[in-house]
T-cell receptor
């Protein structure tokens, strides 16, 4: 059974810092890994998708890496801003087009 | 572009009452559709997914059911709500190997 774990559960940093969010998964047989952002009381917004054959993806200040063999992914946020405050969710796609989510990291960027 | 509508946005229901949540999508045809639940203190849990009209797969045994009467309509139902059905319900659509797009969600409180 695939399990996804995100550490830390919550993170608070001052504005301008670079930061890393971690995601680990137990079964390396995945199709892709995705990072989502969720604002309070809202749905999920897709940030980055890494196919199983890829090592990383970049979008603006965000960079996500994937190491399938070790079952790990990281989301790097450069020059953090207060608008980055949200919960970040990692999810892996397994057979049957089913996403398995981690519990999320609640990020607070302090001005 | 793809758009997902969910209603109602918020719902307060007594225990034992019926439930019907609706999800409709635009800008795509023959999508995979998903119902997720996000309960307080827990991650996103996949409840049902559908690959086509009338085709429903259930992920976990529960008090809920789903139906897909039209290609772009996905309905989540219950005959008798339980307290444990409270949560944030998200509808999502996806195509094979691609990211999933999430709707705005319905917040359900069962009292």
């Amino acid at each position: 059974k695939q399990e996804v774990t995100q550490i830390p559960a919550a993170l608070s940093v001052p504005e301008g810092e670079n930061l890393v969010l971690n995601c680990s998964f137990t079964d390396s047989a995945i199709y892709n890994l995705q990072w989502f952002r969720q604002d309070p009381g809202k749905g999920l917004t897709s940030l980055l998708l890494i196919q199983s054959s890829q090592r990383e993806q970049t979008s603006g200040r965000l960079n996500a890496s994937l190491d399938k063999s070790s079952g790990r992914s990281t989301l790097y946020i450069a020059a953090s801003q207060p608008g980055d405050s949200a919960t970040y969710l990692c999810a892996v796609l397994r057979g049957g087009q089913k996403l398995v989510f981690g519990q999320g990291t609640r990020l607070t960027i302090n001005p | 572009s793809q758009t997902i509508h969910q209603w109602p946005a918020t719902l307060v229901q007594p225990v034992g009452s019926p439930l019907s949540l609706e999800c409709t999508v635009e800008g795509t045809s023959n999508p995979n559709l998903y119902w997720y639940r996000q309960a307080a203190g827990r991650g996103l849990q996949l409840l049902f997914y559908s690959v086509g009209i009338g085709q429903i797969s259930s992920e976990v045994p529960q008090n809920l059911s789903a139906s897909r009467p039209q290609d772009r309509q996905f309905i989540l139902s219950s005959k008798k709500l339980l307290l444990s059905d409270s949560g944030f319900y998200l509808c999502a659509l996806g195509q094979s190997g691609e990211t999933q797009y999430f709707g705005p969600g319905t917040r359900l409180l069962v009292l």
